[in-house]
């Protein structure tokens, strides 16, 4: 069964960083087109975060995000990564890995393969 799974979430201050991993495995990797992470607070709508196109040349950011975040993938090591810096306490969420089998949207009900989230804490 394929999946995918988020790991590197934690606890910083304002201004640190971090970076998160996004393992696939099974069939997932080998034809995924896109790849994303989203982020969600309690009583808020899943948000787009970032996404990345199979080559890894096409790259999507939320507009909160850019100049401070960077996503990347290795597809020889099946991981997608993002790579936080700068982060601010309005940052803090469960950040969620997606993977989808055609081409990015926002809409993270139209990615196949979702993992159960990393937890990123702020503070200030």
């Known amino acids: 069964q394929a999946h995918v799974e988020e790991s590197g979430g934690g606890s910083v201050q304002a201004g640190g960083s971090l970076r998160l991993s996004c393992e696939a495995s099974?069939?997932?990797?080998?034809?995924?087109?896109?790849m994303a992470w989203f982020r969600q607070v309690p009583g808020k709508e899943r948000e787009f975060v970032a996404a990345?196109?199979?080559?890894?040349?096409?790259?999507y950011y939320l507009d909160s995000v850019k100049g401070r975040f960077t996503i990347s993938r290795d597809n020889n090591r099946n991981t997608v990564y993002l790579h936080m810096n700068g982060l601010k306490p309005e940052d803090t969420a469960v950040y969620y890995c997606?993977?989808?089998?055609?081409?990015?949207?926002?809409?993270?009900?139209?990615?196949?393969?979702r993992g159960q989230g990393t937890q990123v804490t702020v503070s200030s």
């Open positions: 997606a993977a989808a089998l055609s081409p990015w949207t926002e809409n993270p009900d139209d990615y196949e393969y």
């Open positions: 099974g069939r997932t990797f080998g034809s995924t087109v896109s």
């Open positions: 990345i196109g199979w080559t890894g040349g096409n790259k």
